[in-house]
């Protein structure tokens, strides 16, 4: 599996892309972490009290599970996660050289399941796919977020922050009007963050249970009364993109906890 | 700002108001607005106003802070002046943050069970701009 590292070195060290207007500069993004109170950070930072280390537990048990018509589990190609799998989620959305677009984490296993383990995909949401995600995401717990270096992502990242700035919905709000202009104040009760994705999937009181950042970007969506797009909609996925582009440097938490 | 008239493409689902400055000076419906029922309408949630806006609600444990408080609205504000606001508050601030409450045209994706329709009724405005009218100290 050398190959993707050599990848993901070669992104490394291509230049960060220039910061453009009305975008928060690296030294000042804030995870939702530092927005929350000392009640929920406390449940974040302690694995026993963290719900969504199940999640990562549930997942670790699917990790050497045999499944599908080959009989193979995903430690049967990929061996011990915490080398192999260390450093990948901070750079998802990836870009797929065969499907010629990026494709998020969640769709990256199901892409395993269905070309390596021949088995069916997950359905989004369920709580298979959430498990392997957070056990996969977990790996990079600490790890500074990279992804949208490849230059082939270029478009795609363009799109998403195109769509993070343009205004929809009954409301017609962009996400930019929340996000970018009006972090650190309140929504009615709730503090508005930065909508810095460092934690997903991640554990969000609200919901009582793991949740992928698509669900958090679609209940965004029908906020402002706009039509959420599907999951797995290229418009979602490159939102996802330029999100994580935009929180370069940020360390992985997942699973975070969120209120 | 100019006179205009509205003349939207689905105007059969809005009442046409005349724009005179930065006023419609005329009641979307005709009558005046009832201020109790006005003040219920901003205090909901699915109104959206305190969302933002913060006022004189004791009651209401949260409220917005993404723009200024309501108190003391009806002393600088004309009821032309804040039904033009509430209807499209764009004509004050073309850069703002506020929606268009009375507006059904020209606006990306938005969801099916909101399609076509303006976010508060005629009566709806009337009554908020009644309510906010009441708001002097």
Same mark, same amino acid.
């Given at each position: 599996m050398s190959f993707w590292r050599?990848?993901?070195?070669?992104?490394?060290? *291509?230049?960060? $892309?220039?910061?453009?207007?009305?975008?928060?500069?690296?030294d000042a993004r804030r995870s939702g972490y530092a927005f929350m109170g000392p009640d929920t950070r406390a449940m974040q930072d302690d694995d026993t009290a963290n719900p969504g280390m199940l999640f990562v537990l549930d997942g670790e *048990?699917? /990790?050497?599970? %045999?499944?599908?018509?080959?009989? %193979?589990?995903?430690? &049967?190609?990929?061996? &011990?996660?915490?080398?192999?799998? %260390?450093?990948?989620?901070?750079?998802?959305p990836a870009f797929d050289k065969a499907l010629a677009r990026p494709f998020t984490l969640d769709q990256r296993i199901n892409l395993c399941r269905a070309n390596h383990q021949r088995a069916a995909p997950? $359905?989004?949401?369920?709580? &298979?796919?959430?498990?392997?995600?957070?056990?996969? *995401?977990?790996?990079?717990?600490g790890v500074a977020i990279t992804a949208g270096d490849d230059p082939e992502l270029k478009p795609f990242v363009a799109q998403g922050r195109d769509l993070f700035m343009q205004r929809e919905g009954q409301l017609n709000l962009?996400?930019?009007?929340?996000?970018?202009?009006?972090?650190? %104040?309140?929504?009615?009760?709730?503090?508005?963050?930065?909508?810095?994705?460092?934690?997903?999937?991640?554990?969000?009181?609200? /919901?009582?249970t793991l949740g992928s950042l698509e669900r958090r970007l679609r209940s965004c969506m029908s906020g402002v009364r706009a039509q959420a797009y599907d999951y797995g909609a290229p418009e979602l996925v490159a939102l996802e993109l330029y999100l994580m582009s935009r929180a370069r440097g940020l360390p992985m938490e997942t699973p975070a906890v969120r209120p | 700002m100019s006179l205009a008239i509205s003349s939207p493409a689905t105007a059969d689902e809005l009442v046409p108001y005349k724009i005179i400055g930065d006023t419609i000076p005329q009641s979307l419906t005709g009558t005046p607005g009832d201020p109790a029922r006005g003040r219920a309408l901003v205090l909901a949630r699915t109104t959206t106003c305190i969302l933002c806006h913060s006022g004189p609600f004791p009651e209401v444990r949260f409220q917005g802070d993404l723009a200024p408080d309501l108190k003391g609205t009806g002393n600088w504000w004309s009821a032309g002046q804040l039904?033009?606001?509430?209807?499209?508050? #764009?004509?004050?601030?073309?850069?703002?943050?506020?929606? #268009?409450?009375?507006?059904?045209?020209?606006?990306?994706?938005?969801?099916?069970?909101?399609? #076509?329709?303006?976010?508060? #009724?005629?009566?709806?405005?009337?009554?908020?701009?009644?309510?906010?009218?009441?708001?002097?100290?």
């Open positions: 050599a990848i993901a070195v070669g992104a490394l060290v *291509a230049a960060a $892309p220039a910061l453009l207007a009305g975008e928060i500069p690296s *048990a699917l /990790w050497t599970k %045999k499944t599908g018509s080959a009989e %193979k589990a995903c430690a &049967d190609c990929h061996g &011990d996660a915490r080398s192999s799998m %260390k450093g990948v989620a901070a750079r998802y997950l $359905p989004y949401e369920s709580r &298979d796919l959430l498990a392997l995600s957070a056990f996969v *995401a977990h790996q990079s717990r962009a996400c930019t009007n929340c996000h970018d202009d009006n972090f650190d %104040k309140r929504l009615a009760g709730a503090p508005i963050t930065q909508a810095q994705p460092t934690g997903y999937p991640l554990y969000r009181l609200e /919901w009582q | 039904r033009l606001r509430l209807v499209d508050a #764009s004509r004050f601030n073309p850069q703002t943050i506020m929606p #268009s409450y009375y507006r059904n045209n020209g606006l990306v994706r938005v969801g099916r069970n909101f399609a #076509s329709k303006p976010i508060l #009724s005629a009566t709806e405005i009337e009554d908020i701009v009644a309510y906010l009218a009441t708001l002097q100290n």
